[in-house]
Every structure is written in C-alpha cells, then in structure tokens.
C-alpha cells in the first residue's frame, strides 16, 4: 500500500517523500482513511509504530481542506501529550509533515518561561500540542481559548493516568466544544481508561496495532545470566564492543540509574541518566547529546524513556528486567524501528529469573541466551532482602521510578570493582 492510495493531498505527499516514507506503517494503514472520514478514533498503540503521522497527517489534511484564507488564525486543533519531550515530537512531526500546507502549529509545555509560548499562540496557529499542566494555566489567564477546536487528540492516555494527570485532562475535556471529532490513543487499555475514552469519544471505531509480534521478531535478543553484584562488570565489558556507538540502558529505579552513570563516568564512557528527577532541562540536555551521540550511552527507568525517540537506535540494554512483562516489549520497542536493525540485551540475576519467563510467555518465544561472558550466574539462590514499602505521592504512578531503596553490599562492592578495572 502506498500513500497516494490513503487519498492525501500532493502538499503531504511531498513532504512524506522528503521524510523518506514510503509505506504508511499498519496504524497509518488504518487510521488514516478512518480520521479523514471524520469518525472518533480509539487508538490502541504506543511510540514507535508510527502513531504520530498516523494522526497528524490526516488532521493537516482535515484543516486545509476546511481553511477559511485571510481571517486570523485560531486554534482548531488540539493534541495534548504527557511529557514535553513527546509535545516537542509532535510538534516537529507536524511541521515536517505539513511544511508545504502553510499551516502554523506550536508546543507549550510546563517548566520554562511562558513568555515566548504566549507570544506564538498571539501571532495565531491552527494546531496546538501541549501538556495538561501548562495548557490550563494558559486557559486560566485568557492566553488560550479551546472555542475554536475541532479536532482534538489526547495522546499516551495511559501515561496521563500514571502521571496523575487525570484531573486536568478531565478539566480540558469539559472546555473543548461538543461538536468536535476526538481521538484516543493509548499503549494499554485497562477499564479506567476506556471509561476515560468513553467520555470523550462518540461511537469511535477502534485501532489496535500489537507491536508485540514485529518488534520481536525483527530485533535480536539476547539474554545474559549474571550475578547481581557483576552486573556493573558485565555492563563495561559488553560495551568494550565499538560497534556499540550508542545505547539506551534501563533500569528500573532512578536511583539506579543514577548509579549506573556513576560506574560508566568512571571508567571514562560517556553517560547520561534521564529520569523522573531530572529538571526537564537536565532531561532535554540529555537526550540532545545522546541524539548528537555527544553521550554514548543513556540511561532511563521506563516512565522517562516512554517519551524518547531516536531513530534507527540499535542497541537496548535492559540492565535489570521489569517487574511487568509488557514494558520489555515498550523498551525493546525502542529500536528497530521503522524496519530499521535492533538488538536489545537483557541482563537477568537469579531473582530476575520469574520475570523472564512473564517475559518469554508474553513474547511467545525463548530469548537465546549469551553466555560468552567473563561473569556467568553463580549464586542461583541469593537471599531475599525485604522490599521496602513506598508511599505514593498524588502525582502519582511513577512507581516504576520510585527508587527501590535497595542497595546491596555486595553490588556496592562490585560496582568499585568495576569501577577500577580499567
Ligand atoms: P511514532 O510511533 O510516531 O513515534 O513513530 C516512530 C518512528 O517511525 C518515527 O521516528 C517516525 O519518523 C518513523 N515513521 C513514522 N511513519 C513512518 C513511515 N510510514 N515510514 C517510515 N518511518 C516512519
């Protein structure tokens, strides 16, 4: 299938053909005809599957073909996003994929001056991407107005809900005009969320891309069994690999995060943790010298790496396995995309042995197993520490980030073993 056959307009066209697409990817496939034919949408896909053109190349399509020339520009389309770093990827996409309509879009997002923000919505746009938190401190000073819109777009909802956005998403719903055409995007669909979906959508027809099944098959797994306390050792000498130029790393916890930068710093590799504590400057800086491969290697827990996207990234490391089986497949998702290669390691100690076969049976296969390494598992049955409890803050849902507080004598010690090989 091409995109000619989708019906787009030559102004889109072209600028797909600049972008180097070829084949609309199958939420594309999908969505495209749906959108254009004016219908609610209920998308059921994550990053990397090509969900934004998916939704961006038919609303530029919708506004043009309705575009009233010579009046001033007013906000009829609004997509809104979790992070600022996914707001600033929509908004490129929409000005890479629109650069010949003429249309005028912008991001606003939290954590940095409002001033040249309230300065473009002034000059007037069509298309509006932002994160709830600004957004509505935009509306409450008379800077944005939600009249206008027609074509409105809540994106990653499943993070919104994680990230305790639900109260200002809901607030944003009840300011948008009835008559509008909605679409609902979300990895997962757990009951909340299709209650969410049902307040904003009208008689939706729903899209559902498992990217489970293609993004297995075309990256190379592998698993490497290993101790614990080895796996900072283990982490250095895989990266002895040069064909390794850049590599995304996670882990679960922020805190370790932070500590596997420590350890890469030391032996001189260039590392960068993005994670939930992070100023979004900090957060920005670092992705930006991971993308100019400034920074070999970036560490993220997951919360934080949802947003990211670097094309053609080859290599993923898990450092330690998720607690829940389906977010392997969002980290090993973030390579091979678009066709291009992948190969995503993941290091399992002892106790990480239960989550990889949630693993293997989510994923329907055996992940082969490398152990053409210096630090084999040993100690197949380590003594269990208690896990500690944590108490949620309201902004809450970044459990997956809230440092597990566990520290082990015994990685301590490894990691300065580490530390000190070279
Ligand atoms: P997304 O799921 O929107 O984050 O997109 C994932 C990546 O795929 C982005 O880097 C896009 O630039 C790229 N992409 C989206 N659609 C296509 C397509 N039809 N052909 C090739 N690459 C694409």
């Not at 309230?118 to 069509?126: K, N, T």
């Not at 009840?174 to 209650?195: D, H, N, V, Y």
């Not at 989510?362 to 100690?379: A, E, Q, R, W």
Request: glycine share 6%.
């Amino acid at each position: 299938m091409s995109f000619q056959s989708l019906n787009l307009i030559e102004p889109i066209l072209r600028s797909l053909k600049q972008e180097g697409y070829h084949t609309p990817t199958p939420i594309q496939q999908q969505s495209i005809p749906i959108i254009l034919q004016g219908t609610d949408l209920l998308g059921c896909a994550q990053t990397g599957t090509g969900k934004t053109a998916a939704f961006t190349i038919p609303i530029l399509q919708l506004l043009l073909e309705s575009k009233t020339f010579g009046k001033k520009r007013k906000i009829r389309s609004l997509v809104v996003t979790p992070t600022r770093e996914l707001a600033i990827q929509i908004n490129d996409s929409i000005q890479a994929y629109g650069r010949f309509t003429g249309l005028v879009s912008t991001v606003v997002f939290g954590g940095v001056n409002q001033n040249p923000q309230a300065d473009a919505i002034r000059r007037g746009v069509d298309i509006l991407v932002a994160t709830p938190g600004r957004l509505l401190d935009l509306i409450d000073q008379g800077i944005i107005s939600l009249h206008d819109i027609e074509y409105f777009v809540l994106d990653e909802a499943d993070r919104m809900l994680d990230m305790g956005f639900i109260h200002d998403v809901k607030r944003i719903i009840a300011l948008l005009p009835k008559k509008r055409q909605s679409l609902f995007f979300s990895a997962t669909m757990p009951p909340e969320i299709i209650k969410l979906s049902n307040t904003i959508l009208n008689n939706p027809v729903k899209v559902e891309i498992t990217p489970s099944a293609t993004t297995v098959e075309i990256i190379r797994l592998f698993v490497y069994f290993v101790d614990k306390g080895n796996k900072p050792a283990l982490l250095l000498e895989v990266l002895e690999d040069k064909n390794i130029k850049s590599v995304l790393v996670f882990t679960r916890t922020k805190h370790g995060a932070d500590k596997v930068v420590k350890v890469l710093e030391k032996n001189k590799i260039k590392a960068e943790a993005i994670h939930g504590n992070k100023s979004q400057n900090a957060r920005q800086r670092a992705l930006s010298n991971f993308k100019e491969q400034t920074t070999r290697v970036l560490v993220a827990t997951d919360i934080a790496a949802r947003g990211i996207d670097i094309e053609e990234m080859e290599w993923v490391i898990n450092y330690e396995l998720p607690e829940v089986a389906e977010t392997y497949v969002h980290r090993i998702g973030r390579t091979g995309r678009a066709g291009a290669k992948g190969t995503a390691y993941s290091f399992c100690d002892a106790e990480e042995k239960p989550l990889l076969r949630d693993i293997e049976k989510l994923i329907g296969k055996k992940i082969p197993v490398n152990d053409n390494h210096s630090f084999p598992l040993i100690d197949h049955n380590p003594v269990k520490k208690p896990k500690q409890q944590h108490t949620r803050s309201p902004r809450q849902g970044r459990a997956a980030e809230q440092s597990s507080g566990r520290t082990n004598v015994r990685s301590e010690k490894t990691s300065q073993y580490a530390a000190g090989r070279r």
